[in-house]
């Protein structure tokens, strides 16, 4: 199966800062989503990214399909962004099983 | 609109009860999707339904897990009789149909099991 690879596991922010996640996938895909998932446990959609930019206030994601990973960036991090950040893979279809990764632990201090 | 639905939010049974906790997906979304996240790790995919049919089992252990969803819309999942290991959460999520444009998932916020 798809084999997700995401990096670094943890990070720790002062609040303010700016961040990179990065998520590598070993097989064609055509589905990427990031999730955060705050301390409560709700995982929360961020992007649907199979490939190109987006940006979302704060945050934006690049996704390079041919070369097989996508970056999520934080501008000006506030300590609601603490939680768990997770890549998830797939290929969009009858069977659009999404593989997610081991999740980037963010922490961010006031 | 109103989100995905799930209950109960926690349950502490003893290892060989059983348990089923029940989901309810977004209003006309035809895919649902049940995953067991342990701690510190991501989601797994555990059963996956396009409207009432099963589309992928393929990581449900069939000997203790099964469920259903009878009618197209909400769903149930059972354990019996549970392990230690089963102690996780369990979430359910919902989107429009496999094969959209955008298959965006939206997740529930969780069953916490915890087998003693």
């Known amino acids: 199966g798809i084999q997700v690879e995401q990096s670094p596991p943890d990070l720790i922010l002062q609040e303010g800062a700016n961040s990179t996640l990065r998520c590598n996938f070993s097989?064609?895909?055509?589905?990427l989503q990031w999730f955060h998932q705050n301390p409560w446990g709700q995982l929360i959609n961020l992007f649907y990214?199979?490939?190109g930019t987006k940006q979302n206030g704060r945050l934006s994601a690049t996704t390079v399909a041919t070369e097989r990973y996508s970056l999520l960036y934080i501008s000006s991090s506030q300590t609601t962004d603490s939680g768990v950040y997770f890549c998830?893979?797939?290929?969009?279809?009858?069977?659009?099983?999404?593989?997610f990764g081991k999740g980037i632990t963010l922490s961010v201090r006031p | 609109e109103a989100g995905v639905a799930q209950s109960p939010r926690y349950k502490i049974i003893e290892k060989r009860q059983s348990v089923a906790f029940w989901c309810n997906p977004i209003s006309g979304h035809a895919t649902l999707y049940w995953y067991q996240q342990i701690l510190g790790q991501g989601p797994k995919l555990l059963i996956q339904f396009q409207n009432n049919g099963v589309v992928d089992d393929s990581q449900l252990p069939k000997d203790r897990f099964s469920a259903e969803r009878l009618k197209g819309v909400d769903s149930t999942l059972k354990i019996q009789p549970a392990k230690l290991e089963d102690s996780a959460v369990y979430l359910c999520?919902?989107?429009?149909?496999?094969?959209?444009?955008?298959?965006?998932?939206?997740f529930g916020p969780g069953t916490r099991l915890l087998v003693l």
């Open positions: 990214i199979p490939s």
């Open positions: 999520a919902s989107s429009s149909y496999a094969g959209a444009m955008e298959e965006t998932q939206y």
């Open positions: 097989d064609s895909v055509n589905n």
């Open positions: 998830a893979v797939g290929v969009t279809g009858a069977n659009s099983k999404l593989t």
